[in-house]
């Protein structure tokens, strides 16, 4: 009996440290079917990530698609997507403009060569004594084409035909022979005017017409856009915006064709003016000279 009693505590206490051992062991079972858990949450990382690997496909697309739209708004590339009337009407700003300059550079030359030629002329028929060295002078071909050596070739003529028809140029018919003289200037006169005026009727229709000419390209392309963004229902910058920059676009151009032609008209108005004063000086000088050669009953 007694040993019975000394064995039981400690087989109680054989009993506690196995209970104890085996307690990690229960814990790493409990714990096991942890990892299935995340195993099995695995493969939705992955799905995840297939999911949005398009993504870094689709930003390129963007981006080319705004390079093609920045590429476009150049003035060429907006020139070749706008409609066929705004086209119509940019071609005939450009045209206008180019033939604006190409007016603008000859009336230059034209200007230039008329003064340095009338210079020439005007110190050759100083020194003329007579109407027949007048006539001389006026008619070589040195001043051929000048309007102030045409002017003194015809009141010259005038009178030397005058004289050829047996009528009297001195004396008391001094002032019909002035007269007719005067007639034949005022032809030359007329002639010139519009010689120098050449090419201002264009200048001026182009400064005036150009701009609305011009507006009327942007109306026609701002009705046009609207009517796409109508019919796409979208209100979007990317597709209003260049619509509306190819109609803009045939305003400014008429513009550049406007301004140029305003400044070379109201240039070459003054321009015609002064040599309009210039050649009445002229036509006071020559009927000066004629009547006192007239006078001396040369």
Do not use: C
């Not at 054989?14 to 409990?30: E, H, K, R, T, W």
């Not at 051929?144 to 010259?156: F, R, T």
């Not at 022979?177 to 090419?199: C, D, F």
């Not at 260049?242 to 400044?263: N, S």
Request: hydrophobic content about 50%; overall charge negative.
């Amino acid at each position: 009996m007694l040993d019975i009693k000394r064995k039981t505590p400690l087989i109680a206490l054989v009993g506690a440290v196995a209970l104890m051992a085996s307690a990690p062991a229960f814990a790493q079972d409990a714990a096991a079917p942890a990892p299935a858990t995340s195993e099995a949450t695995a493969p939705a990382a992955p799905a995840a990530d297939a999911a949005a690997a398009p993504a870094p496909e689709a930003a390129p697309a963007e981006e080319g698609g705004e390079k093609k739209a920045s590429h476009s708004l150049t003035p060429v590339g907006m020139f070749l997507a706008a409609g066929a009337v705004v086209k119509v009407v940019m071609i005939g700003l450009i045209l206008a403009s180019v033939f604006s300059w190409v007016l603008l550079l000859t009336k230059i030359f034209e200007f230039a060569g008329l003064n340095k030629q009338s210079d020439k002329f005007l110190e050759a028929f100083r020194g003329a004594r007579s109407i027949a060295d007048i006539a001389r002078i006026s008619s070589s071909e040195e001043f051929e084409g000048n309007p102030m050596a045409d002017m003194a070739a015809a009141a010259s003529q005038e009178v030397e035909l005058s004289r050829q028809a047996g009528l009297q140029v001195a004396g008391e018919h001094r002032d019909s022979t002035l007269a007719r003289a005067t007639y034949a200037i005022n032809a030359v006169q007329a002639s010139l005017a519009k010689r120098l005026s050449g090419g201002m009727v264009f200048l001026a229709s182009v400064g005036s017409a150009g701009p609305f000419i011009g507006l009327f390209g942007t109306v026609y392309g701002i009705m046009t856009s609207f009517i796409g963004i109508a019919n796409t229902n979208t209100t979007n910058l990317a597709v209003v915006a260049p619509g509306i920059a190819e109609a803009l676009l045939a305003t400014g151009i008429g513009l550049f064709a406007a301004i140029p032609a305003v400044i070379f008209y109201n240039y070459f108005q003054t321009r015609i003016s002064g040599y309009g004063t210039r050649s009445e000086g002229f036509v006071a000088e020559l009927m000066n000279a004629i009547s006192r050669q007239l006078d001396k009953g040369a």
